[in-house]
Every structure is written in structure tokens, then in C-alpha cells.
């Protein structure tokens, strides 16, 4: 998913089912994550998956012939630089009611707390 376009590049973030298991996979941060869930549809869990701490961010398909896993999850705490030279599939957009969301989440994952309690 792209969250920052760029002029020669685009910052993105990874979308990932982790084999089928959403967050529960060792080594997996849950509280870096959010569900992607397609608009008119609801956050579905994996059976041992606990409430994402995270609000899940709304997509409108826009490529009819792809479906989102319902285990799909954004990855916030890895940002990816994605060259534009790199062949991409449009699959759609993060819905208008979700972009300020989207925002929040990549902020807040991405802040360091200072020694003095601060943020950076």
C-alpha cells in the first residue's frame, strides 16, 4: 500500500495475510497492525487472534477480478521503498472515510519514545 509518494519512489506499506494465521505468527507485532477490510464488509480475526488495537482501514476495490483475504493485515511498522520502475497491481484505494485514520496509525507506529517520556 502506498503511503507516501515520492519523485522517484514510493514509500510503502506491506500488506499481509502471514500465511493465513493475520497476526498470531511468532515475531509478528500485533499492535504495528491494522485489518485492510473491503468497503461494505467487517473485520473478521483469526480463531486465536486477539482485538487488533488498531482501527481497521476501509479499501474500495477497484479491481473486481481480486478479493481481499479477510486476514489481510497493514503492516505499519515496516516502510518500504518501492521504485517506480517496479511493476505494481492497481487492486484499489483506501477508502475516503479511512485516510485520516491510515495517517494516524503510520504516525503513531513510526514515533520513538524519548528517555524524558517525549515523543520524536
Do not use: W
Not at 493465513?20 to 509478528?28: D, H, M, S
Not at 486477539?50 to 479499501?59: E, F, G, H, I, S
Not at 518500504?80 to 505494481?88: C, G, I, R
Request: proline share 5%; glycine share 6%.
Amino acid at each position: 500500500m502506498v503511503i507516501r509518494p515520492k519523485a522517484s519512489h514510493s514509500l510503502c506499506l506491506p500488506i499481509s495475510t502471514y500465511h493465513g494465521k493475520a497476526t498470531i505468527n511468532t515475531g509478528v507485532s500485533a499492535q504495528d497492525h491494522a485489518a485492510i477490510v473491503p468497503v461494505g464488509t467487517e473485520v473478521q480475526l483469526h480463531p486465536d487472534e486477539q482485538a487488533l488495537t488498531k482501527a481497521p482501514v476501509y479499501m474500495k476495490i477497484e479491481d473486481t477480478t481480486v478479493s481481499i483475504d479477510p486476514m489481510s493485515r497493514i503492516n505499519f511498522g515496516r516502510v518500504t521503498a518501492l521504485e517506480y520502475n517496479h511493476k505494481v497491481r492497481n487492486i484499489g484505494r483506501v477508502a475516503t472515510e479511512s485516510i485520516r485514520l491510515l495517517e494516524e496509525h503510520f504516525t503513531e507506529t513510526l514515533q520513538v519514545t524519548r528517555a524524558d517520556g517525549g515523543t520524536l
